[in-house]
């Protein structure tokens, strides 16, 4: 099925190649198959881009053969043309966009978001068909789109390359009034109006905001300060209340201290294509990212407290802290984190870290979550280094009770292209989603960086199901035994 695409490929770039057209490709390709064989899937995406002077124009194509052959499709999934004359940029067809810090609206993708055991590289691609305009005069920055949606987030038979009939129209200007040497400053406002189906009843929603940005440095370079702040409202909504979102961040440096202040205030702004800041800590560590806390944006207020400090070459000590709560600060509905890492590197031997993080999340009946992570990094020559982490984790949880889980890895790198690595989890208790009553999850993995454009994963072994996000944007990866092929490609 799939070298049909790639037939068609080669139709495409030979002849281009020929008149001296100018062609890059970027091509994802994952295969996986179960250890039983009960499970065989192929995905592929292929982004082609043709330029020539000012002129740009790309094509996407998917190939997805997953274990439900009905859910089977090939296509071309996106299609755009764009054209750049000095600061004015034109774009016809698909494109991701986003007005202010993502409150009232951001159209993102995030590939390998399952909806079902079966299913692993089923993707959110909330895109939009139509026409982008960027321009710049004097001091201020304009953005204009129009089009219509597509939410992909789900495979729904021959219905997942149809272009959904909500309109959106969208404006945001920014206004840089300054700009000295120490000093620079710009505000902005964003609007965009959202349209319902026709088929269904007749809604329109406008959502409008305020943004304000502002940098400041002292004293030579020692203090700087930065101020980011936007104010969103929302009208007509689904429930037919008022809508407003309050967003603010606050980071002060000096010298190696640094602090971050981050502040939300969200009310009835749940919105399928918007992504407002989280004012939530991320981490890159499996246990801690096991469980993570899915924020609210109809109905919460947080805040975001962190300072860190650099103690030399890639050392630091950082302390967190992190609470979120409903608008009637109702105790059942709390979350907060304490977060502590400190890390310290000798250069040409070794580097070591240790976190300790605290959390409770009342929502989902954790109460506490204690966690302790420390690895050690062993540095055997200037490309050549060894690594051993450990993860431990105990929870307290109204549904499971307590459950313990640990983690351990051992992994081998040569920088900058070749690292490999075991790794084993371990828990009292089986996931509640898990059939086998598997308690212990080893596996193996390649990460392979073969050449300039190429790069190769392979996986195989156990993995336990999890979710795992980084802010707002979320992968739930399934329970799966067997093995993992991953090929990142550009041309």
Not at 227 to 245: I, V, W
Not at 286 to 302: A, D, K, M, Q, V
Not at 361 to 373: L, N
Request: with cysteine.
């Amino acid at each position: 099925m799939y070298l049909r695409l790639y037939y068609l490929i080669l139709l495409i770039i030979l002849p281009l190649k020929a008149i001296s057209l100018t062609v890059s490709a970027d091509n994802y390709a994952s295969f996986e198959q179960s250890k039983d064989k009960s499970i065989r899937s192929f995905d592929d995406w292929l982004y082609l881009r043709f330029y020539e002077g000012d002129f740009l124009a790309g094509l996407r194509m998917e190939v997805h053969n997953p274990a439900l052959a009905k859910l089977s499709y090939e296509d071309v999934t996106q299609r755009f043309f764009e054209f750049n004359w000095k600061k004015f940029n034109l774009r016809l067809g698909h494109f991701y966009e986003t007005l202010g810090n993502g409150i009232i609206f951001r159209a993102f993708e995030q590939r390998y978001v399952t909806t079902g055991t079966y299913q692993t590289a089923v993707n959110i691609d909330r895109d939009i068909d139509g026409a982008l305009i960027n321009f710049s005069l004097p001091k201020t920055d304009f953005k204009l789109f129009s089009g219509r949606l597509r939410d992909r987030s789900q495979f729904i038979s021959t219905e997942i390359n149809k272009t959904k009939k909500d309109e959106v129209k969208g404006l945001e200007i920014m206004f840089y009034p300054f700009s000295l040497e120490n000093l620079h400053f710009n505000i902005g406002t964003a609007y965009l109006d959202y349209r319902k189906p026709e088929e269904e009843e007749q809604h329109i929603e406008g959502f409008s905001s305020f943004i304000f940005q502002s940098s400041l440095t002292l004293f030579d370079g020692f203090l700087d300060v930065n101020l980011n702040a936007e104010y969103a409202s929302r009208d007509n909504t689904p429930s037919k209340k008022k809508g407003k979102a309050v967003f603010g961040s606050l980071v002060i440096t000096s010298g190696n201290l640094s602090f971050i202040i981050e502040a939300k205030d969200y009310k009835n702004f749940y919105f399928n294509f918007n992504d407002p800041p989280v004012a939530l800590k991320t981490y890159y560590w499996t246990l801690l990212s096991r469980h993570p806390y899915t924020p609210n944006t109809n109905n919460e207020i947080g805040l975001f407290l962190e300072s860190s400090y650099k103690l030399g070459y890639d050392s630091y000590f950082i302390l967190n802290y992190t609470t979120a709560v409903d608008h009637n600060y109702s105790k059942i509905n709390r979350f907060y984190e304490f977060y502590g890492s400190l890390k310290k590197t000798w250069e040409g031997l070794l580097s070591t870290e240790v976190v300790c993080d605290y959390k409770v999340d009342r929502i989902v009946g954790t109460d506490p979550s204690r966690t302790v992570i420390t690895e050690i990094d062993y540095f055997l020559t200037d490309i050549h280094t060894l690594s051993f982490g450990f993860q431990g984790q105990i929870e307290n949880n109204e549904i499971t009770g307590v459950t313990k889980n640990w983690l351990g890895q051992i992994g081998l790198s040569i920088s900058p292209d070749f690292t490999a690595y075991i790794t084993t989890e371990w828990s009292n208790l089986p996931d509640i989603d898990d059939e086998t009553g598997r308690k212990v999850w080893p596996s193996l993995t390649f990460d392979w960086q073969l050449d300039e454009y190429h790069k190769f994963i392979a996986f195989y072994g156990a993995r336990r199901a999890g979710l795992f996000c980084t802010g707002s944007i979320c992968q739930t990866l399934p329970s799966f035994e067997g093995l993992e092929l991953r090929l990142y490609s550009r041309f």
